[in-house]
């Protein structure tokens, strides 16, 4: 049971609570008043910086960011603050600007279904229209004033004292009821470890930091890695670049993309007529479900795989290039891949496809692990992001001073993919265990914000201080999830995916359907929970 007088919980929050203050002897305490102004350290010279006392922090102002500011405010939390590193908001959408940059979830979908939008422009809608309308969204709900931007969070941590989260930026301090971590998964670049990379006389970016000042025209460019966004902007340069070398350490499953621009007529339909775009809404996510029972049965994908199968067959003719971009695992053991102008651009006469790995890099010339060589001026690295090692994971700290990286120690783990035992009061979105290979990351999203909106609204009518998930509750989880993904394509497919992580364990997949995952996060379980009351 969730209560202030059970033995055990007084007694790890009494060892939390005498740690708190032998850490914090002689530091002035928060103001009591929410909201309120505190100045530290006024000795000379010292910078003066301001402490906010809210009770609802958000680290990140992407779409999980924004969805939580909405859901919170709806929960009767008045008093939050989005911090953002950067200087806009946008997350994933805002930092990814490579050209051909699209969502691979039909727009209709890739949307809060509290705030639908019926002025996409085509099916799968592209990166500036993700980003207008993420803006848009958090203007009409009243959010865009509640972001700090240039306020990077640096350290937050539990003191149990105060029941709240002490965090600090590289700006202001703030203190808060609730941490929400809205950093997202694919957020900071993957950089690849290559010998004689750092020493490349030529330019060399990331797809997610992509230089619009550098001019590929006519220039030798060579490109790291075949997933996601390489299968976007591979087709999108190859036209204007000389030469293009393409190092392609695994073959992916690529399937036609049914994209088409959005009728004026459609687009007027769906303003106009109640329930049309929830309908389409409907229908999409029907089809994509559908989808999803094959990903938990891989036998039932050999219809999808066929279809992947023709389509390579049907724009490849080269033998000899078709067998290197023929996959040898299950279709869905890695993120399912869209696109009608990849497999064209590739078999274009100023590509060339080296099917391997790089192995080093010697002046302006690119080694593959095969002895292929390539020599370029310009290096594009498409070689994806910290998917299960968030940089956040080391910016935050339980109550004894111990970061949740060293908690998870290379494995992530969460209850529900949203609780920490060890971290009360704090919330992980995107997090661990939720990642679907077929479905829409706003599906999760919702998911998720349904259950932190509860535990607020309970933890509020309660009159707790605190909450920590039960760590043998957490376990359980872990082992039902771990249980359930050996059968799934996921684990089963036979090929090493952004889904394993340093352990080799599959930290990031939903072994179930999204259906099942909104009625496991539908109600708050109080009961899974330590609670301290005030």
């Not at 050209?99 to 939008?117: I, K, M, T």
């Not at 290559?194 to 006389?201: E, M």
């Not at 670049?241 to 769906?270: C, I, M, N, S, Y």
Request: proline share 7%; aromatic share 8%.
């Amino acid at each position: 049971m969730p209560h202030s007088e059970n033995p055990g919980n007084r007694e790890r929050h009494e060892n939390r609570e005498r740690h708190e203050n032998t850490e914090s002897r002689g530091t002035p305490g928060p103001a009591e008043t929410p909201g309120a102004a505190a100045t530290a350290d006024r000795t000379a010279g010292a910078v003066v910086r301001e402490t906010r006392h809210v009770e609802a922090l958000i680290i990140g102002s992407g779409l999980s960011g924004i969805g939580a500011a909405v859901k919170l405010r709806e929960a009767g939390v008045r008093d939050l603050v989005l911090v953002e590193k950067a200087d806009d908001l946008g997350g994933t959408w805002r930092d990814n600007t490579y050209p051909g940059c699209a969502c691979d979830v039909p727009s209709a979908l890739y949307s809060y279904s509290f705030a639908p939008n019926p002025e996409w422009t085509r099916a799968f809608a592209g990166q500036p229209e993700i980003r207008s309308y993420l803006r848009d969204t958090a203007a009409a709900y009243g959010i865009t004033p509640l972001i700090r931007y240039g306020t990077e969070v640096t350290r937050a941590q539990w003191h149990p004292g105060e029941a709240r989260w002490h965090v600090e930026t590289g700006r202001d301090t703030y203190t808060a009821r609730f941490l929400i971590s809205a950093a997202g998964p694919w957020h900071e670049p993957l950089l690849p470890d290559i010998p004689g990379l750092a020493d490349f006389p030529g330019e060399v970016f990331h797809s997610s930091r992509w230089r619009h000042d550098v001019d590929l025209t006519g220039a030798r460019v060579a490109v790291v890695g075949s997933g996601a966004s390489a299968v976007q902007f591979v087709p999108a340069i190859q036209p204007r670049v000389g030469r293009l070398h393409l190092f392609q350490r695994t073959a992916q499953w690529v399937l036609p993309k049914p994209d088409h621009t959005v009728p004026r007529a459609e687009r007027r339909l769906l303003r106009s007529v109640p329930g049309a775009q929830r309908a389409l809404r409907g229908a999409e996510y029907a089809a994509l479900e559908a989808l999803g029972v094959g990903f938990r049965h891989p036998a039932l994908l050999r219809a999808v795989q066929k279809v992947g199968t023709l389509h390579l067959r049907a724009t490849v003719k080269d033998p000899h290039l078709r067998r290197a971009l023929t996959p040898d695992y299950t279709l869905g053991c890695k993120r399912l891949l869209l696109s009608n102008t990849y497999y064209p651009a590739l078999t274009r006469p100023n590509v060339t496809v080296h099917a391997t790995a790089v192995k080093a890099v010697e002046g302006r010339r690119v080694l593959g692990a095969d002895g292929s060589r390539a020599d370029v001026d310009t290096i594009v690295l498409g070689t994806g992001f910290h998917i299960l090692d968030m940089p956040i994971g080391r910016r935050v700290f339980d109550a004894d001073g111990v970061s949740l990286d060293d908690h998870w120690k290379g494995s992530p783990d969460a209850y529900l993919g949203t609780t920490v035992s060890g971290f009360p009061n704090a919330f992980v979105l995107l997090g661990p265990h939720l990642g679907t290979g077929h479905s829409s990351a706003y599906a999760v999203l919702e998911a998720q914000l349904a259950y932190v909106a509860g535990a607020v609204r309970h933890f509020r009518a309660a009159g707790w201080t605190s909450m920590d998930v039960r760590p043998e509750v957490q376990a359980a989880f872990g082992a039902e999830v771990r249980q359930a993904l050996p059968s799934t394509v996921y684990n089963a497919g036979g090929c090493s995916s952004y889904y394993l992580d340093v352990n080799g364990v599959n930290s990031f997949s939903w072994p179930w359907s999204t259906g099942r995952m909104r009625r496991r996060l539908a109600r708050f379980d109080p009961e899974a929970y330590d609670a301290w009351e005030a």
